[in-house]
């Protein structure tokens, strides 16, 4: 039984700091107690715990635009996160894990806002069909979360720019996507802004939960213990190197003949490569199968590799510059 609800307001934009926040509270969440969790992450685009993050975003474009690429706990389909995106996570010990009441708090936080909001399928709340909330969940068979997005006035062009590429070249076994029609709650509500809506979210909260939200107490945090966490969820192995095997295929027709490279790539470590060309000069061609074995999967590492490929013939160097500026389009 639940019988102290806590939040806690978290000014941090960083996503890596965030999820680990996240993380930490679930560990220490109280067996008597719901923490309702208000965050904010700038420019991130976040991937669930089993998806391809090559399928699921444009990886170079948002890093060279300063954004993050994160991976999370819970299941589900990639978001993108903006400052105009509020989101919210419900965390409990697992037996007092209750969805419908959970939701209830996000429905009746918004409808105080006279905004017709209603539960729409499994994990979407929408208005008038058309979705501003997204939910996922996760357990650790102890203790569980419900966490989901807000959208209040995200920049919806960044939204489309950096996810659900059509990658018809990858051939993955990670969870794919779906994508919904999505629209900000401040197209229903002028003046509706971040602050208003964390306010009427803990008031929700309360009505909800029949008692008065309490901040969580500060003396509860241990700040070594959410730095180490952080580190984890910005680390490669965690956001790339998953096991999800897949392949990647690379076509272009350059002024010297065509090129064909085909990736098969495993916790974001290139396996296995095979090339393929009709240039008249296949002794350069001949020698990238094997200098991409073993390589990350990264525009930056594999063009690295190329350039340790010594020098053939005379052509060699139109060749490898053509192959670097195909690598440098695909944005991998």
């Given at each position: 039984?639940?019988k102290?609800i806590?939040y806690?307001l978290?000014d941090?934009?960083?996503p890596y700091?965030n999820?680990?926040?996240e993380e930490y509270?679930?560990?220490?969440?109280?067996q008597?107690?719901?923490?309702?969790?208000?965050?904010?992450?700038?420019?991130?685009?976040?991937?669930?715990?089993n998806?391809?993050?090559?399928?699921?975003c444009?990886?170079k474009?948002?890093?060279?635009?300063?954004?993050?690429?994160v991976?999370r706990l819970?299941g589900?389909?990639a978001?993108?996160?903006?400052?105009?995106?509020?989101?919210?996570?419900?965390?409990?010990?697992k037996?007092?894990y209750n969805?419908?009441?959970?939701?209830?708090v996000?429905?009746?936080?918004?409808n105080?806002?006279?905004?017709?909001?209603?539960?729409s399928?499994r994990?979407?709340?929408?208005?008038?069909?058309?979705?501003?909330?997204?939910?996922a969940f996760?357990?650790?068979g102890?203790q569980?979360?419900?966490h989901g997005t807000?959208?209040i006035?995200?920049?919806?062009d960044?939204?489309?720019?950096?996810?659900?590429v059509s990658?018809?070249?990858?051939?993955s076994?990670?969870?794919?996507?779906?994508?919904?029609?999505?629209?900000?709650l401040s197209?229903?509500q002028?003046?509706?802004?971040i602050n208003i809506?964390k306010n009427?979210?803990?008031?929700?909260?309360?009505?909800v939960?029949?008692?008065e939200?309490?901040?969580l107490?500060?003396?509860?945090?241990n700040?070594?213990?959410?730095e180490?966490?952080?580190?984890?969820?910005s680390?490669w192995?965690?956001?790339?190197?998953k096991?999800i095997p897949?392949?990647?295929?690379?076509?272009?027709?350059?002024?010297w003949g065509?090129?064909e490279?085909?990736?098969?790539v495993e916790?974001?470590i290139?396996?296995e490569?095979?090339a393929?060309?009709d240039s008249?000069d296949?002794g350069f061609?001949n020698?990238?199968?094997?200098?991409?074995?073993?390589?990350?999967?990264t525009g930056e590492?594999?063009?690295?590799?190329?350039?340790?490929?010594?020098?053939?013939?005379?052509?060699?160097?139109?060749i490898?510059e053509?192959i670097?500026g195909v690598?440098?389009?695909e944005?991998?």
């Amino acid at each position: 039984m639940i019988k102290h609800i806590n939040y806690i307001l978290n000014d941090e934009y960083n996503p890596y700091h965030n999820l680990a926040l996240e993380e930490y509270l679930l560990n220490h969440v109280k067996q008597d107690e719901c923490i309702l969790y208000l965050w904010q992450n700038e420019k991130t685009v976040v991937i669930g715990k089993n998806q391809n993050p090559w399928k699921e975003c444009r990886i170079k474009e948002l890093e060279e635009n300063g954004g993050k690429l994160v991976r999370r706990l819970s299941g589900g389909g990639a978001v993108f996160h903006d400052l105009g995106n509020l989101n919210f996570t419900f965390l409990v010990n697992k037996e007092n894990y209750n969805l419908e009441k959970q939701l209830d708090v996000i429905l009746k936080a918004v409808n105080h806002l006279s905004i017709p909001a209603e539960k729409s399928g499994r994990n979407d709340i929408t208005v008038e069909g058309r979705k501003f909330s997204g939910n996922a969940f996760y357990s650790d068979g102890k203790q569980a979360y419900h966490h989901g997005t807000l959208l209040i006035n995200v920049n919806m062009d960044n939204l489309s720019k950096y996810l659900n590429v059509s990658r018809d070249k990858l051939v993955s076994k990670g969870v794919d996507s779906v994508r919904s029609r999505v629209i900000n709650l401040s197209e229903y509500q002028e003046g509706l802004n971040i602050n208003i809506m964390k306010n009427e979210l803990i008031r929700a909260f309360g009505e909800v939960y029949g008692d008065e939200p309490i901040p969580l107490a500060a003396e509860r945090i241990n700040h070594k213990e959410i730095e180490d966490l952080s580190k984890k969820h910005s680390s490669w192995d965690w956001i790339f190197g998953k096991k999800i095997p897949f392949n990647y295929l690379i076509e272009k027709r350059l002024e010297w003949g065509n090129i064909e490279i085909e990736f098969h790539v495993e916790a974001g470590i290139v396996q296995e490569c095979m090339a393929y060309s009709d240039s008249m000069d296949t002794g350069f061609i001949n020698l990238i199968p094997d200098s991409f074995k073993n390589c990350l999967f990264t525009g930056e590492a594999l063009i690295r590799r190329l350039k340790e490929i010594p020098c053939i013939d005379s052509n060699t160097d139109a060749i490898r510059e053509g192959i670097i500026g195909v690598l440098k389009e695909e944005q991998i």
